[in-house]
Protein backbone atom coordinates (compact mmCIF):
# COMPACT_ATOMS: atom_id res chain seq x y z
CA UNK A 1 0.00 0.00 0.00
CA UNK A 2 1.70 3.00 -1.35
CA UNK A 3 -0.15 6.08 1.48
CA UNK A 4 -2.15 6.22 4.31
CA UNK A 5 -4.87 7.60 2.07
CA UNK A 6 -4.90 4.12 -0.09
CA UNK A 7 -5.15 2.11 3.05
CA UNK A 8 -8.18 3.97 4.42
CA UNK A 9 -10.17 3.58 0.94
CA UNK A 10 -9.33 -0.76 1.00
CA UNK A 11 -10.38 -0.91 4.89
CA UNK A 12 -13.40 0.69 3.58
CA UNK A 13 -13.74 -1.28 1.09
CA UNK A 14 -13.87 1.44 -2.02
CA UNK A 15 -13.26 0.31 -5.78
CA UNK A 16 -10.07 1.18 -6.95
CA UNK A 17 -11.91 1.89 -10.44
CA UNK A 18 -14.30 3.82 -8.41
CA UNK A 19 -12.20 6.77 -7.17
CA UNK A 20 -11.27 9.31 -9.48
CA UNK A 21 -8.52 10.04 -8.74
CA UNK A 22 -6.22 5.98 -9.11
CA UNK A 23 -4.63 4.66 -12.01
CA UNK A 24 -7.17 2.27 -12.06
CA UNK A 25 -9.87 4.56 -12.87
CA UNK A 26 -7.75 6.52 -15.15
CA UNK A 27 -6.53 3.44 -17.00
CA UNK A 28 -10.75 2.11 -17.26
CA UNK A 29 -11.57 5.51 -18.09
CA UNK A 30 -9.37 5.91 -21.48
CA UNK A 31 -7.18 8.77 -19.39
CA UNK A 32 -3.99 10.20 -19.67
CA UNK A 33 -2.58 8.20 -22.50
CA UNK A 34 -2.31 11.18 -25.65
CA UNK A 35 0.46 10.17 -27.25
CA UNK A 36 0.41 7.68 -30.55
CA UNK A 37 -3.10 8.05 -30.13
CA UNK A 38 -5.75 9.88 -33.02
CA UNK A 39 -8.32 8.25 -34.91
CA UNK A 40 -8.64 4.28 -35.00
CA UNK A 41 -7.89 2.88 -38.14
CA UNK A 42 -10.86 1.26 -39.57
CA UNK A 43 -10.25 -2.16 -41.45
CA UNK A 44 -11.67 -2.30 -44.74
CA UNK A 45 -13.83 -5.68 -45.20
CA UNK A 46 -12.19 -8.07 -47.65
CA UNK A 47 -14.67 -9.40 -50.45
CA UNK A 48 -15.27 -12.94 -50.57
CA UNK A 49 -16.97 -14.45 -53.69
CA UNK A 50 -18.95 -17.24 -52.67
CA UNK A 51 -21.30 -19.12 -54.69
CA UNK A 52 -25.01 -19.04 -54.49
CA UNK A 53 -27.15 -21.84 -53.98
CA UNK A 54 -28.10 -23.32 -57.24
CA UNK A 55 -25.48 -21.14 -59.39
CA UNK A 56 -21.55 -22.84 -58.99
CA UNK A 57 -18.96 -19.79 -58.75
CA UNK A 58 -17.87 -20.71 -62.30
CA UNK A 59 -21.28 -19.93 -63.32
CA UNK A 60 -21.39 -16.50 -61.52
CA UNK A 61 -18.17 -15.26 -63.18
CA UNK A 62 -19.40 -15.98 -66.99
CA UNK A 63 -22.43 -14.25 -66.02
CA UNK A 64 -19.85 -11.13 -64.71
CA UNK A 65 -18.09 -11.07 -68.10
CA UNK A 66 -18.14 -8.24 -70.36
CA UNK A 67 -20.68 -8.18 -73.21
CA UNK A 68 -18.01 -8.33 -75.82
CA UNK A 69 -16.48 -11.86 -74.23
CA UNK A 70 -19.50 -13.06 -73.75
CA UNK A 71 -20.45 -12.43 -77.75
CA UNK A 72 -17.30 -14.26 -78.30
CA UNK A 73 -17.97 -17.00 -76.44
CA UNK A 74 -21.28 -17.49 -77.54
CA UNK A 75 -20.08 -16.89 -81.45
CA UNK A 76 -17.58 -19.85 -80.69
CA UNK A 77 -20.41 -22.12 -79.25
CA UNK A 78 -22.63 -21.59 -82.05
CA UNK A 79 -19.61 -22.39 -84.96
CA UNK A 80 -18.75 -25.94 -82.61
CA UNK A 81 -22.41 -27.31 -82.59
CA UNK A 82 -22.35 -26.07 -86.25
CA UNK A 83 -19.38 -27.87 -86.96
CA UNK A 84 -20.95 -31.19 -85.09
CA UNK A 85 -24.24 -30.62 -87.36
CA UNK A 86 -22.13 -30.73 -90.59
CA UNK A 87 -19.95 -33.85 -89.44
CA UNK A 88 -21.94 -36.09 -87.83
CA UNK A 89 -25.71 -34.84 -88.71
CA UNK A 90 -27.51 -33.93 -85.52
CA UNK A 91 -29.47 -36.93 -83.95
CA UNK A 92 -33.14 -35.93 -83.32
CA UNK A 93 -33.82 -36.53 -79.17
CA UNK A 94 -37.74 -35.32 -78.20
CA UNK A 95 -37.82 -33.07 -75.20
CA UNK A 96 -41.50 -34.16 -74.70
CA UNK A 97 -43.78 -36.11 -72.92
CA UNK A 98 -42.93 -39.98 -73.73
CA UNK A 99 -46.58 -41.03 -73.78
CA UNK A 100 -49.15 -39.69 -75.86
CA UNK A 101 -51.95 -39.06 -73.75
CA UNK A 102 -50.04 -36.15 -71.76
CA UNK A 103 -50.19 -37.75 -68.21
CA UNK A 104 -47.83 -39.67 -66.18
CA UNK A 105 -48.23 -43.56 -65.98
CA UNK A 106 -48.69 -43.25 -62.33
CA UNK A 107 -50.69 -40.16 -62.12
CA UNK A 108 -54.40 -40.23 -62.84
CA UNK A 109 -55.82 -37.25 -64.89
CA UNK A 110 -59.32 -35.93 -63.17
CA UNK A 111 -60.69 -35.63 -66.11
CA UNK A 112 -60.28 -39.53 -67.17
CA UNK A 113 -61.54 -39.84 -63.62
CA UNK A 114 -64.72 -37.55 -63.82
CA UNK A 115 -65.19 -40.32 -67.37
CA UNK A 116 -65.46 -43.32 -66.11
Known amino acids: IS ?12 KSSKLVWTQAWRRLNKKGKDEG ?13 RAIVGAS ?4 KKRR ?6 SIATEAALKEVK ?16 NKGGVAKNQKS ?3 SKAT
Open 3 to 14: SAKCRCMINQRK
Open 37 to 49: SGRKKSRRAVKAQ
Open 57 to 60: IEDI
Open 65 to 70: QTPKAR
Open 83 to 98: DRKKNGGAKNYSTGPK
Open 110 to 112: SAI
